[in-house]
């Protein structure tokens, strides 16, 4: 069964500071990762996904198939990241069929002033 | 833009209740979603439908069912509801072949 697993469920760091929020998962298959960002009182939205390599608002991650990783860093926090993120995964074998996602359980980012 | 309407953002009811909660995409995707979203669970995959009147139970579909009558509208139902089911609950769409999902603003739901 696939599994995303998201360490830590707050991480509160300082304005500048790095972020590095970790995401493993379990899947036997080929999968498709994602990050999703939910910000106050705003929709879940997609911030980034692994196969397209970008980087967004500042964020990147890459997948370590041999770790079996994903985590989101940014080199410098700003007060606007402040929120609510989660790693999750899809199986790309099913050639981006109907199946849903598996989510984390999502780790709360604090960027203190 | 991907348009995902969600009919109420906050509903109360009472436990033994027939609820329905309706979400309505406007960009003719096949795929619909319903998810519940809890504090320290992340979000859950309740039931996912991918054409009109076909659905697949996800990983917690005990309690729920779907409807998925037109395209663009995708309904869940709590046959019975009890205040176990007072969560927050999303529902996305995206289409076939894509990997996006887009989400709508969420239902919280209380069950008293």
């Known amino acids: 069964a696939q599994r995303v697993t998201q360490p830590e469920k707050l991480l509160s760091v300082f304005k500048g500071a790095p972020v590095e929020l970790k995401c493993n998962y379990s899947y036997s298959g080929s999968p498709e990762l994602f990050w999703y960002v939910q910000y106050s009182r705003q929709r879940l939205q997609l911030l980034l996904r692994?196969?397209s390599r970008e980087s967004i608002k500042g964020f990147t991650a890459d997948l370590n198939k041999g770790e079996t990783s994903f985590h989101l860093k940014k080199p410098f926090a700003q007060e606007e990241d402040s929120a609510m993120y989660y790693c999750?995964?899809?199986?790309?074998?099913?050639?981006?069929?109907?199946?849903?996602?598996?989510f984390g359980k999502g780790t709360h980012l604090i960027i203190q002033p | 833009d991907v348009k995902v309407t969600q009919s109420s953002r906050y509903l109360v009811k009472r436990t033994g209740e027939k609820v329905f909660l309706e979400c309505v995409q406007d960009m003719d995707h096949e795929n619909m979603f319903w998810y519940r979203q809890d504090p320290g669970l992340g979000l859950r995959l309740i039931y996912f439908?991918?054409?009109?009147?076909?659905?697949e139970k996800g990983d917690i579909p005990e309690g729920y069912s779907v409807s998925r009558e037109k395209k663009e509208r995708f309904s869940l139902i709590l046959e019975s509801a009890s205040t176990n089911q007072t969560s927050m609950y999303l529902c996305a769409s995206r289409r076939r072949g894509e990997y996006e999902q887009y989400f709508g603003p969420g239902t919280r739901l209380t069950v008293t």
């Open positions: 999750a995964l899809s199986d790309r074998g099913s050639g981006g069929g109907a199946d849903g996602l598996t």
């Open positions: 692994h196969i």
């Open positions: 439908s991918y054409d009109v009147k076909m659905k």
